[in-house]
């Protein structure tokens, strides 16, 4: 079966950096996508990796290694209003994008 | 319009009625998506519409469920029968449609439907 995991929750200082992984098998690969979703809010697009590699943009990266399923963001800098949760999600081989449940990430000053 | 609106934003209902969710995509975009999100959990899939291709409805738990898509714009969301599991977050998506691009979705403020 098809499966995206990453950690439940994760706390972090305000000011301080913070990775959030996440890992994938899935039926074939054709991107890997984060999302950020503020409660009840609708998440909304942060980046994208089809290559292996580094995507950096602004405050946010984000790092692909295909070769491993693995992938992850990372937030520096930390605000307060990074407080969300951060969605990976995985577009298999029929182009189906498949999530994961999301990481809760609670910012501390 | 200026994003992708749902309505209603609420909706509580009895068990064993029926519910109607309405999404209104971006002007212009031919993909829709319609996901479902119980408190804490990941986004699950229901029906996704492409152009004029027939919808791929692999995600949608039971046949008390149904979509369509009226004029490759509007959406609506029939739940028949409601029943108390059914109670989530009801998320709507658009896209341009692109297959194998890096093309992002762009989601509606969903609708929170709560089945008494």
């Known amino acids: 079966g098809q499966n995206i995991d990453q950690p439940t929750e994760m706390t972090a200082t305000e000011g301080a950096i913070v990775q959030i992984n996440c890992t994938y098998q899935t039926s074939g690969f054709n991107g890997l996508f984060w999302y950020q979703q503020h409660a009840g809010e609708a998440p909304t697009f942060l980046s994208y990796?089809?290559l292996d590699g580094l995507e950096e943009k602004g405050r946010f990266s984000s790092f692909l290694s295909r070769s491993k399923g693995y992938s992850y963001l990372l937030l520096k800098e930390l605000q307060m209003k990074d407080s969300a949760s951060y969605l990976c999600a995985v577009k298999d081989s029929n182009y189906q994008l498949i999530w994961g449940a999301g990481t809760k990430l609670i910012i501390k000053p | 319009g200026a994003g992708v609106s749902q309505s209603p934003s609420n909706k509580v209902t009895e068990k064993g009625k029926d519910v109607e969710l309405r999404c209104d995509p971006i002007?212009?975009?031919?993909?829709l998506y319609w996901y479902r999100q119980s408190l804490g959990q990941g986004l699950e899939f229901l029906i996704y519409f492409q152009g004029n291709s027939a919808p791929d409805k692999s995600g949608l738990p039971s046949d008390r469920f149904s979509a369509e898509r009226t004029g490759g714009s509007v959406s609506t969301l029939t739940i028949q029968r409601t029943q108390q599991e059914d109670s989530a977050v009801y998320l709507c998506?658009?896209?341009?449609?692109?297959?194998?691009?890096?093309?992002?979705?762009?989601f509606g403020s969903g609708t929170q439907l709560s089945v008494l």
């Open positions: 998506a658009s896209s341009l449609g692109r297959l194998g691009s890096n093309e992002k979705l762009f």
């Open positions: 002007s212009g975009h031919t993909a």
């Open positions: 990796n089809v």
